[in-house]
C-alpha cells in the first residue's frame, strides 16, 4: 500500500509569490490534515479536509488555504508569502479524521525556504 | 484551548541508559493520547497511543507510557536505549477540539 505522497519536496520562493503544495493521501482516506513544522514550535495545525470539506482550522491566517479533491487529494495553497513561512509543511491522511481515535500517517513533507 | 507540552527540547543519554520524557496537556475531559517519533531523514511515524482501558501502553521497539490523568501526564519511557532511537519524539494530545495538537518536540540523542 503506497504512503502519503507530498510535492514538491523542496522549493524556494522569494517574498511575495505564492506556493502550492500536494498531497495525495493513502488509497482509502478520506481525511486529509496539513501541519507547519518549524525548530522549537513543533508541529502547529493548519486544517483538516474530510471528503472535500474543511472540517477544522487552525490559527493561521487567511494566506494559508487549501482544498480538497473528490479523489482525496489535497492541496495548500500560501500567498503573499513572508520569510517566517519558511517551514516543513506536513500532510497526514487517516482513515477516521481528527477526532478518532486512529493513526495519522504522515508523509515527507514539503520543505519551503522563502527568501 | 487545549495545549501539548513536552518539558525537554533536548535529551542526550548514553545506550543503555533508561529514558524518561515528560508530556502535559491541558484540557479536561476525555483525550486520546499519542507519542510519534520521526527519526533522521524519515517520516513522522506513531510509536503508541492511549485511548482507554489500562493506562500503561506498550508500543513498538519497547516504548512504553503511562497516562495519568490526575497529573494531566503521558509520559514516555525506554528502559534501555540503543542507538537507533536518536530521533525527535512528538507527545500529541486529541481532545474536544477534534484537532490532534502536538507538543513543540524532544530530540533525542543516543551516544555508543
Known amino acids: 500500500k503506497a504512503g502519503v505522497t507530498q510535492t514538491p519536496r523542496y522549493l524556494i520562493k522569494t517574498r511575495g509569490q505564492q506556493v502550492t503544495l500536494s498531497c495525495s493521501p493513502i488509497?482509502?482516506?478520506?481525511?486529509v490534515s496539513w501541519y507547519q513544522q518549524t525548530p522549537g514550535q513543533g508541529l502547529q495545525f493548519l486544517f483538516e479536509?474530510?471528503?472535500?470539506?474543511?472540517?477544522n482550522k487552525g490559527n493561521f491566517p487567511g494566506r494559508f488555504s487549501g482544498r480538497q479533491f473528490s479523489n482525496s487529494r489535497s492541496e495548500m495553497n500560501v500567498s503573499t508569502l513572508e520569510l517566517g513561512d519558511s517551514a516543513l509543511y506536513l500532510c497526514?491522511?487517516?482513515?477516521?479524521?481528527?477526532?478518532?481515535?486512529?493513526?495519522?500517517?504522515f508523509g515527507e513533507g514539503s520543505r519551503l525556504t522563502v527568501l | 484551548a487545549q495545549s501539548v507540552s513536552q518539558h525537554n527540547h533536548h535529551v542526550i543519554l548514553s545506550e543503555a541508559a533508561s529514558l524518561e520524557l515528560g508530556c502535559n496537556y491541558s484540557?479536561?475531559?476525555?483525550?486520546?493520547l499519542f507519542w510519534y517519533v520521526q527519526y533522521p531523514g524519515q517520516h513522522l511515524q506513531l510509536l503508541l497511543k492511549?485511548?482507554?482501558?489500562?493506562?500503561l501502553v506498550k508500543g513498538i521497539k519497547g516504548f512504553e507510557a503511562e497516562f495519568i490523568k490526575s497529573k494531566f501526564s503521558f509520559n514516555l519511557r525506554k528502559p534501555s536505549v540503543q542507538w537507533s532511537d536518536t530521533a525527535e519524539y512528538f507527545c500529541?494530545?486529541?481532545?474536544?477540539?477534534?484537532?490532534?495538537?502536538f507538543g513543540q518536540g524532544t530530540r533525542l540523542t543516543i551516544n555508543p
Open positions: 479536509y474530510f471528503s472535500e470539506t474543511q472540517r
Open positions: 484540557y479536561g475531559g476525555t483525550v486520546n
Open positions: 488509497s482509502g482516506h478520506r481525511s
Open positions: 497526514a491522511s487517516s482513515s477516521q479524521g481528527q477526532g478518532g481515535t486512529g493513526e495519522l500517517f
Open positions: 492511549y485511548f482507554s482501558g489500562d493506562p
Open positions: 500529541a494530545v486529541n481532545g474536544g477540539a477534534q484537532k490532534l495538537v
